[in-house]
C-alpha cells in the first residue's frame, strides 16, 4: 500500500495514476485539493485497486503522524512513502523571515521525518519498505523560490543519507527524487521573463513532464539495491 503526500497536485497524481497502473492500493493525503483526490480515487477503484483520499495539513506535527495511522487503519500498514507534499513561493530572502523559514521547514522537511518515522517500523518488521523524499534541484543550485525551499529541500538529503544505513539491513530503503522544472505548473508563480530563463537553461529545451517523472519513481521504488541516493531527474541541468 502507498502514501503520497500532496497526491491531488499535478506532480502528485502523477505518482498515484503510476502507482495504479504498477497495482498498488493507494492513500492520496492532500490539503485543500479535495474534488481532484476524490476524483483519483474513482479512477483507481474502476482500475480495481483500494485508495483512500485523505485532509491533512502536514503544517502540524501531530498531523503528520496520525496520517499514517489513519491510511493503515483503512487500508494496512504503508508499504511505501513517497513524500512529495511540498511548500515554495517565489521570493527573496529579504522577505523570508523566522516564521516563514520555519513554515517551509516544518511542511518540506518535518512532516516527511515524522511520517517516516512512523512508518518505517511497519516496513522493518514485514522486512519490505519504500521511503522516497521529493526534492528539487533547487537543494543544489538555489532557484527562485526561496531561502527556505532550498535549504529544507537540502536537508531531506541529509535525512536520506542518516536513514538509509539504519533500515537498509531489513529491506526498507530509503532515497530521494530530485526534479528541475516538471509541467508548466512549474513555471506558473514565476513571472514570464524569470520562467524564460530558467526553462532555456535545461539542455533539453523543454519542461520535464511530470508522466516521465512518475515512471522514474515507480523504477526506483522497484528497485531493491537501490538505496541512499538522491537522484535528480533535470533535462541536464545538473552534471549529478
Wanted: hydrophobic share 50%; aromatic share 6%; glycine share 10%.
Amino acid at each position: 500500500m502507498a502514501l503520497v503526500t500532496g497526491g491531488a497536485g499535478h506532480l502528485g497524481s502523477a505518482f498515484v495514476r503510476a502507482l495504479v497502473a504498477a497495482d498498488a492500493d493507494v492513500a492520496i493525503a492532500y490539503h485543500s485539493g479535495q474534488e481532484a483526490a476524490e476524483k483519483l480515487v474513482a479512477e483507481a477503484h474502476a482500475d480495481g485497486r483500494r485508495a483512500l483520499a485523505v485532509q491533512a495539513d502536514l503544517r502540524d506535527p501531530a498531523a503528520a503522524e496520525a496520517l499514517v495511522d489513519s491510511v493503515a487503519e483503512h487500508l494496512g500498514a504503508v508499504d511505501v512513502l513517497i513524500a512529495n507534499a511540498g511548500a515554495g513561493q517565489t521570493r527573496s530572502w529579504e522577505e523570508v523571515a523566522a516564521a516563514e523559514f520555519d513554515e517551509a521547514l516544518q511542511i518540506n522537511l518535518t512532516a516527511p521525518y515524522v511520517m517516516a518515522r512512523r512508518a518505517l517500523p511497519k516496513m522493518i518488521e514485514r522486512s519490505w519498505g519504500r521511503v522516497l523524499f521529493v526534492s528539487s534541484v533547487a537543494a543544489f543550485a538555489g532557484g527562485p523560490f526561496g531561502p527556505d525551499y532550498s535549504a529544507s529541500k537540502a536537508a531531506l538529503h541529509g535525512l536520506t543519507h542518516y536513514l538509509a544505513p539504519q533500515v537498509g539491513r531489513h529491506g526498507v530503503t530509503v532515497n530521494v527524487l530530485a526534479p528541475a522544472l516538471v509541467g508548466e505548473h512549474s513555471v506558473a508563480l514565476m513571472d514570464e521573463d524569470t520562467g524564460r530563463a530558467f526553462t532555456g537553461a535545461i539542455p533539453v529545451g523543454r519542461l520535464g513532464d511530470t508522466d516521465e517523472l512518475a515512471a522514474f519513481a515507480v523504477a526506483m521504488l522497484n528497485n531493491g539495491y537501490l538505496t541512499n541516493k538522491v537522484v535528480s531527474v533535470d533535462g541536464g541541468l545538473l552534471p549529478c
